[in-house]
């Protein structure tokens, strides 16, 4: 009897594993403290995995493979990976075991240590999701002295031959996000989201509850966006291709009040459990454009294949290279506590209570949201990153280590010093007002420096510049803000400087 492990993020029904039924394989799969108290996660995030991981154990069961499912509340349930894995290998008197390799270090290396003291053989697989190998990455930017996603996503595109003529990208561009930064302001319409059917979320969210697991925001099993099952993935990358592509790319950057969704996709749970796969996402997308080439514009598909086809494989392998050295970085030096309001949204700037009650809400912000808003203001108000990791990693759905901590610590963070991040994201009050209508209801103003009504942003951003000035004077792309920064008036810089640390000395007062 060979015992197969599958972990909550390795839901790939289309893995050869599954080629064929074995009665001598049995898979295993846990729900398990271990993953969900290791940080403090959103109860949605939670619900979501373990609604996945049962849906894609029943749908195998019903194609006669045979599975070992260790609900939470199960006496049986261990509770710890390698407690249960000893325990069902025992049990069922195993003679292998296999298991398909992790995507977050922290697993793998458990898996590792297992497997070495392991008395059967043991072997590992492949998960068949990415399009790279873990080291791929790795092996292409060798002897180079600087990492360029841009460089290493035309070399994706030739690889699979994506919106390619011949050698040359289709269209004559690589990149069109110049013309992606468009801010929404009513219009066009935007289609309401895609609701997925649901069925024991609530079972799963009151199980979860009575076991008594920490966890954080809010649940509602009507307004529950994430989908368990492959097909409802289908469905919710369908319903994205054919009502919001057409505009996703010219306001992919966009932020607004009233608006959570905008034209965003939300596929990203589904694709980081492997519910669904990143090239049939691709080519899905693609399809769709080439038939309907009059209401969408390439630059609109290019836009959203590039964060598929180059982002998310550039940063799976960025994670996989540094690991676990980079989980360590804090190039800045930041050291100070994230402030309370980040776990409740109570806070006067209407940008940060809009997008973190959101978030506390349905599990979800979309990358800009992440970045600028959140990200932005942990930056400026100088949080260790751990802080900021333990936040990020916990309060979104499709929050999964190998994604969230380099674009985390590295993107938005700038904390591993430039690997992600050319500069630091970092932005006054007036790109959230560029980008945004949050600053027409806030309580500051996001034009004024000082001053009780002075949005925050703006001391903050002055003042992280002068302190961090010396880390970042060789950095060519922050010359011109620190030339801004020298024609300050010393009196006034002075006064920025003193507003800026009393935020940072108490954040939740504003």
């Not at 990455?137 to 990492?147: I, P, S």
Request: hydrophobic share 35%; charged share 25%; aromatic share 14%.
């Amino acid at each position: 009897m060979e015992v197969r492990l599958i972990l909550g993020d390795q839901l790939n029904s289309e893995h050869s594993w599954f080629e064929q039924v074995n009665s001598d394989v049995i898979y295993v799969m846990f729900e398990m403290r271990q993953e969900t108290n290791y940080v403090k996660h959103h109860i949605q995030k939670v619900v979501a995995f373990f609604g996945a991981m049962r849906s894609f154990a029943k749908a195998k069961e019903s194609e006669g493979h045979q599975f070992l499912y260790y609900t939470l509340d199960d006496p049986e349930n261990k509770h710890d990976l390698t407690s249960n894995l000893n325990k069902v290998i025992s049990l069922l008197d195993a003679n292998r075991f296999a298991y398909q390799l992790p995507d977050e270090f922290r697993l793998d290396e458990q898996l590792r240590l297992f497997c070495k003291d392991l008395h059967i053989p043991s072997k590992s697989y492949d998960s068949e999701h990415f399009l790279t190998k873990r080291d791929e990455m790795a092996h292409f930017f060798e002897g180079k002295k600087k990492w360029v996603m841009e460089f290493f996503y035309r070399y994706m595109r030739k690889k699979f031959d994506i919106l390619m003529v011949h050698d040359q990208p289709e269209g004559g561009s690589w990149n069109y996000d110049k013309f992606n930064r468009n801010k929404w302001n009513g219009s066009p319409e935007i289609p309401p989201p895609f609701y997925p059917k649901v069925d024991e979320t609530d079972v799963i969210q009151k199980m979860i509850e009575d076991e008594g697991i920490k966890t954080l925001g809010t649940f509602s099993k009507d307004d529950f966006l994430f989908p368990v099952t492959r097909e409802e993935s289908i469905d919710q990358l369908d319903y994205f291709c054919q009502h919001l592509l057409a505009h996703f790319g010219t306001y992919q950057d966009a932020m607004h009040q009233e608006q959570t969704n905008l034209f965003h996709a939300r596929i990203s749970f589904a694709l980081n459990a492997k519910i669904i796969n990143p090239l049939e996402v691709i080519n899905h997308a693609i399809d769709t454009y080439r038939k309907q080439p009059d209401a969408i514009s390439l630059s609109q598909v290019e836009g959203f294949v590039r964060q598929v086809l180059g982002w998310r494989e550039y940063i799976r392998g960025l994670y996989w290279k540094e690991m676990p050295s980079y989980k360590e970085l804090n190039a800045l030096e930041n050291n100070n506590p994230l402030p309370d309001f980040y776990w409740t949204g109570k806070t006067k700037m209407n940008c940060l209570s809009t997008t973190i009650k959101n978030s506390l809400e349905h599990a979800y912000a979309h990358h800009i949201q992440r970045l600028m808003i959140t990200g932005n203001f942990a930056l400026l108000a100088q949080t260790h990153p751990d802080a900021v990791d333990e936040w990020y990693l916990g309060i979104y759905a499709d929050a999964v280590e190998w994604v969230q901590l380099p674009n985390t610590r590295g993107m938005s963070q700038y904390a591993d010093g430039g690997m992600v991040a050319t500069k630091p994201y970092v932005s006054s009050g007036s790109y959230v007002n560029k980008m945004s209508n949050y600053c027409s209801s806030c309580s500051y103003n996001n034009k004024k420096r000082l001053g009780d009504d002075a949005c925050p942003f703006n001391s903050l951003y002055w003042n992280f510049l002068d302190d961090k000035k010396d880390l970042l004077k060789s950095n060519n792309r922050m010359g011109m803000m620190l030339n801004l920064l020298r024609k300050i008036n010393p009196e006034e810089l002075a006064a920025i400087k003193t507003r800026a640390y009393e935020i940072i000395a108490n954040p939740d007062a504003y």
